[in-house]
């Protein structure tokens, strides 16, 4: 519309007048000064109904009397077409009502017709006018549904306008806090350097944004990314300053979470890596000094650790007698605990414990941890396993007479590179990954791992499985039942 006004292009133009000399008169001054009007007329109200009803215009031109009403009813009809009301009986009254009923302008008729001078810029103001609320419209609607939270402020800092996202965001009504100053919503209420509790933050590609902490109604303290920009006048002199701010908490919490994982991802390789190459050195050593069976373990504990890692180790559930399963593991760790004359004892009482779980995992956590015992006891030492029922869970316990092991070194292996590092260089290469998978093994099943010293002497690991995946059957029970 506004290069329609400077471009001097033809405007549509409606002429709702009754009076036949002064239509004639509007269309000769319009012809003689070369206007750029396209002209519509109508002679009443009903006429001009027929013809809004049919087409749009720019501007309407309506004399207030009419045959079959006045300016009024084309008030009524003409929606947001702006309309000059024209009149040749005007008072003062009159002017009011139209003014209110929403007309653009007011013209008096005079009898030399000088009141048509007056009409090409009225209808270039009116227009201009139009155009301008349109576009405040279109603004408006715009500031009131986005989602940042638009606030306003006079050249004093007291906020005169926010909208809907704002009061959403901060908390509060409008009447609350317009006519506030807006360091209300500073933390400190005041915007100096060391209360805006300014950070950075990382944006797309290696750019850094600036924000700042704001305050809500109920002294809640959250990040926003904050813009602000200087209204002027047509002077070129500041008015008003416009603020939109964003609240970014979640994208905080992404980016926190983006960080910690990638910081995470690259201790892990780094832990990877470490472990890669001392499990390598471990299987020259153990290769050069002929423990073939030695270097075996290592290799497929190090595969295994691996598959956990990368979460790609996956448990084949299946129903078996964990006892029985108890007496196979002990029977595979029998050669080793052979060579050091060390007694296996099972302490489960009679009974099937029917356990739904990944046989053969379930097995290595096992044998891991016999093994384990095994390497710790002296000679002529022992090993016991008991397989009990603790309520909500099954409970295995492994006891070995040798050294005291220090309790908390258990959790310790969840720092994977240290313990590891502890178990080589202490020359237990071969069990170094066992204890470590076994407990991620027990956790992948639900249960837990930890350590208890029976008297001092002993060591007791201990692991469980939840009570939910298991059914006790004592074998009196099932003896009971069969008599039955």
């Keep these: 519309m506004e290069n329609r006004i400077m471009d001097n292009v033809r405007y549509k133009i409606l002429l709702i007048e009754d009076n036949k000399l002064d239509q004639m008169a509007f269309k000769r001054f319009v012809e003689s000064n070369a206007i750029p009007y396209d002209c519509t007329i109508s002679g009443s109200v009903s006429e001009a109904r027929h013809v809004l009803g049919t087409d749009q215009f720019d501007i309407i031109i309506s004399d207030h009397s009419l045959g079959d009403g006045t300016a009024l009813d084309i008030l009524d009809l003409a929606g947001n077409t702006p309309v000059i009301v024209v009149t040749g009986a005007g008072d003062e009254e009159t002017a009011v009502k139209t003014w209110k009923a929403g007309a653009y302008d007011y013209l008096v008729k005079d009898i030399d017709q000088n009141y048509l001078k007056a009409i090409p810029i009225t209808v270039e103001n009116a227009i201009r006018h139009d155009m301008m609320e349109k576009k405040l419209r279109l603004l408006s609607g715009a500031v ?49 350097q060391n209360t805006r509790s300014v950070f950075q933050t990382k944006t797309v590609g290696s750019s850094w944004e600036v924000g700042f902490y704001h305050r809500r109604k109920n002294n809640g303290v959250f990040p926003v990314s904050l813009s602000r920009s200087n209204i002027k006048d047509p002077n070129g002199n500041d008015v008003a300053i416009v603020g939109v701010a964003r609240d970014i908490t979640e994208r905080i919490f992404m980016e926190d979470e983006i960080r910690s994982a990638s910081q995470k991802l690259k201790k892990k390789n780094e832990i990877h890596n470490e472990v890669a190459i001392m499990v390598g050195e471990a299987m020259q050593r153990l290769l050069a000094e002929g423990n073939i069976e030695a270097v075996k373990r290592v290799a497929d504990d190090y595969l295994d650790a691996s598959k956990i890692d990368a979460e790609k180790m996956e448990l084949d559930p299946q129903k078996f007698d964990l006892v029985s399963l108890v007496s196979q593991a002990m029977e595979a760790s029998s050669p080793m605990a052979s060579e050091k004359n060390i007694e296996l004892k099972n302490l489960t009482p009679d009974g099937e414990f029917i356990v739904k779980a990944d046989h053969d995992r379930m097995a290595q956590v096992l044998i891991n941890l016999l093994s384990r015992g095994i390497k710790f006891s002296s000679a002529n030492g022992h090993v016991s396993i008991r397989v009990k029922d603790t309520g909500d869970e099954l409970t295995v316990e492994i006891e070995d007479d040798g050294p005291p092991l220090d309790c908390n070194k258990i959790h310790r292996i969840v720092n994977r590179s240290d313990w590891i590092k502890e178990q080589f260089h202490a020359g237990r290469e071969d069990l170094a990954l066992g204890l470590r998978i076994a407990k991620d093994l027990v956790e992948m099943h639900g249960g837990r791992m930890w350590a208890e010293s029976s008297d001092g002497k002993h060591n007791v690991l201990c692991f469980t499985v939840p009570k939910s995946c298991v059914q006790r059957q004592v074998a009196a029970e099932i003896s009971s039942a069969d008599a039955g």
């Design 144 to 192: 009131m549904s986005t989602e940042d939270s638009v606030y306003i402020t006079d050249m004093q800092g007291t906020i005169i306008f926010v909208n809907k996202a704002f009061c959403q965001t901060y908390g509060y009504k409008e009447e609350e806090i317009v006519g506030e100053n807006g360091n209300i919503l500073w933390i400190g209420k005041q915007q100096s």
